[in-house]
């Protein structure tokens, strides 16, 4: 049982002075500053979707400069082709000119293997002596840095590379 | 009032809840002009913010952040508003309007509360919030909330009769 509802239905009919009729103009007006007029419990909240443009920017950054040094890469040594029984994915790296990336200067490669599989023995055509061929899964990470502004850029893909070994009969 | 989504839809609020929402400023200062400030602001942030109408303890928590914001930011004022709460005389501009003696002795009594109690009081008696409601606003449990209430009326009975 509550012992103050007397005191309670007493104070309930104390009436609030109304708010002075100036405050709700004052109101309106800052509203209206408003570019939009929002309700409160009616709309949704917007999401505010903000693009990372730094981010952004560096990334393209990183595309735009691995296209350059593949290029490049690509146009060094024509006609030098390797005798080797080995296919290797192609790493762009080491020889090429600064002036060809801009201020990019590369500082590091790093070949981390994650797997090997031995495929067994090949017989590649024209030659009797069979091969080992190995297959493996490694991760390659290329660094490069602008000496001028300290900026530093990381490439790190997946590659596969392939290895044939020769067997000998004994 | 939640289904009305018109631009003229705050003043359908601000109808309803202005007078008691400028009674709770005044808990904080006491003059009126600076209590129908700090709604004008409160109300205007809130109403901007997109919140729920229906969430009346954040609405009530935004006019006393405002309020107390003001209090901080102008150490002159709060020395103003200090002193003045120390008066025990009614206030210049009362509160309430009155209909007899016997009112304008309650509200008096109410003045006098420690504005802990006052605010509580306010928010259940005027403004109809639960103690879950007022809780959330003041960021006090909701047993502290009524236990405050209950501390209002108790000290209201006692000074109340006294004073009759």
């Known amino acids: 049982m509550n012992d103050h509802s007397e005191l309670e239905a007493e104070l309930k009919k104390l009436r609030p002075r109304a708010a002075s ?3 709700s103009t004052r109101i309106e007006h800052a509203l209206a500053a408003t570019a939009t007029t929002p309700s409160a419990g009616v709309l949704s909240k917007r999401r505010n979707s903000r693009i990372n443009w730094f981010g952004l920017g560096l ?3 990183a595309a735009a400069a691995f296209v350059v040094l593949a290029r490049v890469n690509t146009d060094r040594t024509p006609g030098k082709t390797q005798s080797v029984l080995g296919v290797t994915t192609p790493v762009p790296f080491t020889t090429v000119a600064p002036e060809a990336r801009g201020s990019f200067v590369p500082i590091g490669l790093t070949q981390v293997v994650y797997g090997t599989r ?3 023995l090949h ?4 030659t009797d002596q069979p091969v080992r061929r190995l297959r493996s899964q490694k991760r390659e990470t290329l660094q490069w840095r602008n000496p ?5 850029l990381r490439l790190s893909y997946p590659s596969e590379e392939v290895t044939f070994i020769p067997v000998s009969g004994q | 009032m939640e289904d009305v989504a018109i631009d003229e839809n705050w003043k359908v609020c601000f109808a309803e809840l202005g007078p008691g929402l400028v009674l709770f400023a005044r808990q904080f200062v006491r003059s009126v002009a600076d209590a129908e400030d700090i709604v004008q602001d409160a109300f205007v942030r809130f109403w901007k913010k997109e919140h729920s109408i229906e969430n009346r303890a954040l609405l009530f928590a935004t006019v006393r952040s405002v309020a107390l914001d003001l209090l901080r930011r102008d150490a002159r004022r709060a020395r103003r508003e200090a002193n003045a709460a120390l008066e025990v005389e009614q206030s210049t501009q009362p ?3 009155f209909d007899d003696d016997s009112q304008r002795e309650l509200a008096a009594a109410v003045d006098r509360l420690p ?3 006052r605010e509580v009081l306010v928010m259940k008696i005027w403004n109809e919030l639960t103690f879950a409601e007022i809780g959330d606003a003041l960021a006090i449990s909701q047993n502290t909330a009524a236990s405050r209430y209950r501390y209002a009326l108790a000290s209201l009975k006692k000074n109340f009769v006294s004073h009759e």
């Open chain 2, 95 to 97: 509160q309430f309007d």
């Open chain 1, 148 to 152: 001028t502004t300290g900026t530093s």
């Open chain 2, 115 to 117: 504005v802990e109690q």
């Open chain 1, 59 to 61: 990334g393209l950054a």
């Open chain 1, 21 to 23: 009729p100036g405050l």
């Open chain 1, 118 to 120: 031995d495929e067994g």
């Open chain 1, 123 to 126: 017989f590649p055509k024209g």
